[in-house]
């Protein structure tokens, strides 16, 4: 069993400014995005330009935090929210959500596909191998603001976690197994996937599947959140109902006849 030390949930401070560990996350996360998607449009056959690439980041910024917090308010806590609406623009109080964040990246990747005449799937297929970098940074900081923890275990490296909600039991480091999966293990899928031209929407759902399937293994070790408990068949979680969807969609694009890709 080990102990996981409280960490300061500041990374940086820059004067009066407080960089906390997610906002480190979604910040690199971004640049190493930027950094990767570069060197992708450098190659022709990826359907877009660097500036359209430019373009495209500056608003999934925007859709990224506004969808996860608006996915979070209405997927995990939305009794709360109904009778404290203005909590919900409480930001640094914590609350995100990846189905949440990823529906307002898809929002504004249909919206920017349709502003440059480009296949909203040619979009998809070059943005989704940049995502896992983010994943694993933003697990990561999870892990280290001690939040989003497993269930109670007993395997050799089960973590006790300093807070008072978790108890000092054991517990399944699942931040770990999801930036592992979602991180390292997508990600190294997606890049050797689309190293040469797949059909339209291939990438896509290879993504969309991936993590879908890695968030419903995940969540079984995972401690479901506590306004909310088991949902469904009393095991299933909130994460796991709205990855089936992402799953059953990723396997319907990987899986048609490639002349319906076009």
């Keep these: ?26 910040a690199v996360g971004f640049a190493v995005a930027w950094f990767w998607g570069r060197r992708r449009a450098a190659q022709a056959w990826r359907g877009l330009s660097t500036r359209q690439l430019d373009d495209l980041l500056t608003w999934l910024i925007l859709g990224l935090v506004l969808g996860g917090r608006l996915g979070y308010v209405l997927f995990y806590n939305l009794p709360y929210y109904l009778e404290y609406p203005l909590d ?9 959500a990846f189905h949440g964040g990823a529906l307002g990246v898809a929002v504004v990747v249909v919206l920017f596909a349709r502003r440059h005449k480009l296949p909203v ?10 995502v896992p970098p983010g994943l694993f940074l933003g697990r990561l ?31 399944h480091p699942s931040q770990l197994y999801e930036a592992c999966l979602e991180g390292l293990v997508l990600g190294g899928l997606l890049w050797w996937f689309s190293r040469r031209p797949r059909p339209r929407g291939a990438v896509t759902g ?25 949902l469904a068949f009393g095991w299933l979680t909130m994460g796991q109902l709205l990855s089936l969807p992402m799953v059953l969609l990723g396997l319907w694009f990987l899986l048609r006849p490639a002349s319906k890709a076009a």
């Excluded at 900081?141 to 007993?154: I, K, P, Q, S, Y």
């Excluded at 991936?210 to 909310?228: C, H, I, K, N, S």
């Design 1 to 26: 069993m080990i102990i996981l030390p409280e960490f300061d949930p500041v990374a940086l401070h820059l004067g009066p400014l407080a960089l906390r560990w997610y906002g480190l996350a979604y």
């Design 88 to 96: 919900a623009f409480k930001v640094w109080q914590g609350g995100m």
């Design 121 to 130: 799937l040619t979009v998809g297929d070059f943005l989704v191998p940049l």
């Design 141 to 171: 900081a999870n892990f280290v603001n001690g939040e989003l923890w497993g269930r109670v275990t007993d395997v050799p490296w089960a973590m006790v976690f300093p807070h008072p909600a978790a108890g000092d039991l054991p517990r």
């Design 206 to 230: 290879l993504f969309l599947a991936g993590y879908g399937a890695a968030r419903l293994l995940v969540e079984f070790t995972r401690q479901p959140d506590a306004q909310l408990g088991f």
